[in-house]
């Protein structure tokens, strides 16, 4: 078994994978979630979008899934502090999430104009606001929010769903919808032909300078406005999980302190933006190669995040000594080591049949297909 | 100190979207076992009307998956939502049979159920097969993960409480996999599902064969129904019986509830089989015993006691003033002052210190807790007996009627007789609600039997929600209610639509309202 400190930073990165992985493989169904007023404008046209993400979305969504279900398991502190604090942006995430499953599967089983267009209502929804809370969650996260912990480590929140709607965090919530946004057209170029697929090439370049502009403000903003947190002295990074006993200071920049002292981490906002601009330049020539440049672009802007705040995870704007990190935050070295063991048995696995399964349903969908198949298909 | 409407707030709410959630697993589990054996005759025959079965009652499966998807995120997000508490004493366990359950079984079968419905010209019949499988595989595998954490909840092994950081933690894998009552729970709840799905084809199948209707798509399905059920129906009472032994092993506080035995008797005790619960005399009046049964079927020896509830009482109150010595020495653990002999008197009581924690619903510094506060915390050690006495005797009545039911189906079935029987067909379909009405009082039995604690013996339910206000979780129940209440009658209203219409659902010409020949 690795020791303590090399466990916990592996659980660091895996969870960031794990993250990462949603927003790369349900981000784009998010998208097309989102796009589906703007892209398509009949019946069959949403139907095209629809089944493009249909026989997917749900293996997808799992990223997510797993992604709670590890930082349960990894991180139990963050998992309680931070879903029962947010209790009301994540119940909001969580009932747009509903209407994927039904949305997708119930929508075109009857043949009735307003029950469609309620479906179709539906769908925007599931996949809009879990883009946009998701955002303004992470842009929360990045100021630290108000909670503290007694003496038995149970967590207290002063706060409510209206504090979180400030404006740095809604501008991150903002880039949260237009790069999943760009990942959906993306998508949808790859998957459509004809007139849907104009009008997602229009969306994709539209939701590629978004992203590139808004990203651009988010970090300037945090370089100028937004106070980073910052450890005092050193910590042991082998000691059992506590969050006490450290002490962490507030200063304005202080997130950029990691990409001074390691300029490699510059990569990840980098990818965002190469990313983004890679899509713009790709367009409807190649539109596998400018999928996979919206997919380096949307795990670029996520990854910046994460690196920014490292070893943070949850910071505290009340109580900034009690923040969560990585370090401390974390289950014992034993489920660290087991789970880790999981993980590498089963990942890998994950990834060969989702790729199969992918490879398997490849090609357009039309709306002759749609047509023909009216019964079979969502 | 936590409110207490607080801590019921949260309860009924996790009980309400639980027990929403456990109305479609079930089916999921049963009909993804039935899938498979129908596919597997279609492939074995090549015959069509197989590969017909497959996909209608595969649309019905998706009607209800759907909603097992929904109500199944809820399931993980809540235990941070609302019992973060709970999330941080024991995350360091119970995470791992969830997470892994997101690795091993959640993605296969999400990832597999858009090629079962999708991949039909896209994948040789073998290879859809495979892909079925893995899908019902992938269910299989999720219950049996989801129960090794319940399992945990009801019988902590593998673990022990950490004072510096202030949780429970895993001490070993195996044992905890291993658990027997996990095991059993999941073979016992994994009968129960497939049970479930059995019913559901055989009903449906039922109603065609009343209305005269895809007579050899009905009759097909019900013997494949009638058959698989026949066996699982078997194998979910006999199950439920070894679950009922551990019980009796591990949770005594259940077990009296369960059978109302107030008094300790003499072994073999009898077994109360009606009678009127009196949960604040703490009797059973009018009672219909029958001598010796339950110290037979409980501990499975003539000798074995099954402890009453005035003794258990009794026993926890002592339990509780043994937890305080370790719940005293906290402190001093937590911050390494504690001396050689302290540490010593700490482990020595440190197995009930859940005990103590059972005082923190009537005072926040139990240490000084009034006699009066031990009598009551030990009286709520025992869950109330009227509610479990009776959902208990339901569910066994329920499982008895379904083995009866899907014995005469196959026997009959096999004779060819089952067809000219239109009672027994109206019976069947009668009988559709009555697993699943099994299976929710299954829940109850088990999770409500388990109060007042959340891990047994380890962490009262009411330590473990979140430091939430009562009016957030008034907000968000109510939300949860209003918005699952619609989705089920959304629901409700496609899988009527799309059973009755039957086979015709699938376009294929071949049935009833579609003009074509009458069988396949």
Known sequence: MPDYETLRLIWWILIA??????????????????????????????????????????????????????????????????????????????????????????????????WRRIWDYALFLGGIVPALVMGIAFGNFLQGVPFHFDETLRS???????????????????????????????????????????RALRASRISAVLTIVLFVCA?????????????????????????????????????????????????????????SLLVLLFGMRRPGMSWIASAFAVAGIATTAGLAMFPFVLPSSTHPSQSLLMWDATSSPLTLWLMLLAAIIFIPLILMYTAWVFRVLRGKVTVEQIQQNDHAVY | MIPDTLVDISRLQFAFTALVHFLFVPLTLGLSLLLVVMESLYVKTGRQIYKDMTRFWGKLFAINFAMGVVTGLTMEFQFGTNWAYYSHYVGDIFGVPLAIEGMMAFFLESTFIGLFFFGWDRLSRRKHLMVTVLVALGSNLSALWILIANGWMQHPVASFFNPETMRMELSAFWPLILNHVAQIKFLHTLSAGYLTGAVFVLGISSWYLLKGRDIEFARRSFVVAAACGTVVALGTVMLGDESGYYVAEHQPSKMAAIEAEWHTEKAPAAFTLVGMIDDEKKQTDYAIKIPYALGL??????????PGVHNLVAENAQRIRDGLIAYALLPAMRDRTATDIERARFEAHVDNLGYALLLKKYTDDPQHASDSMIAHAAEDTVPKVAPLFWTFRVMVLIGFLLVLLLMYALVTARRGSAWNKRWFLRLAVWAIPLPFIGVELGWFVAEYGRQPWAIYEVLPTGLAVSSLHVGDVQASLTAFVLMYAALFAVELFLMFKYARLGPSALHTGRYHFEGGRRDA
């Not at chain 1, 919808?177 to 697929?197: C, D, I, P, W, Y």
């Not at chain 1, 910590?235 to 450290?246: L, V, Y």
Request: aromatic residues 12%; proline residues 4%.
């Open chain 2, 297 to 306: 079927i409980a501990t499975r020896s003539t000798d074995g006691v099954v």
């Open chain 1, 17 to 114: 994978v794990l993250l990462v992985g949603y927003a790369v493989m349900d981000g784009f169904d998010l998208g097309v979630g989102t796009l589906l007023p703007f892209v398509a404008r009949t019946d069959a046209e949403r139907r095209v979008l629809i089944n493009a993400i249909g026989p997917t979305w749900d293996g997808n969504q799992v990223w997510l899934i797993l992604g709670a279900g590890a930082v349960f398991a990894a991180w139990p502190a963050v998992y309680a502090a931070a879903f029962s604090g947010m209790y009301a942006a994540l119940l909001l995430v969580l009932f747009a999430l509903f209407l994927r499953p039904v949305g997708f599967d119930y929508r075109s089983k009857i043949d009735h104009p307003l």
């Open chain 1, 219 to 275: 970090g300037a903003w945090i370089i100028n406005g937004i106070e980073g947190f910052r450890l005092l002295g050193s910590i042991d990074m082998q000691a059992a999980s506590s969050p006490f006993g450290k002490t962490v200071v507030r200063e304005v920049g202080g997130w950029m302190h990691n990409f001074y002292e390691h300029p490699w981490m510059w990569a990840a906002p980098a990818a965002g933006i190469g990313g």
């Open chain 1, 156 to 198: 207290f929140y002063e706060g409510g769903l209206m504090d979180l709607l400030n404006p740095f965090a809604l501008l991150a919530g903002l880039v949260s919808v237009a790069m999943l946004s760009m990942h959906g057209a993306n998508f949808l170029l790859v998957k459509t032909e004809g007139v849907v697929q104009q």
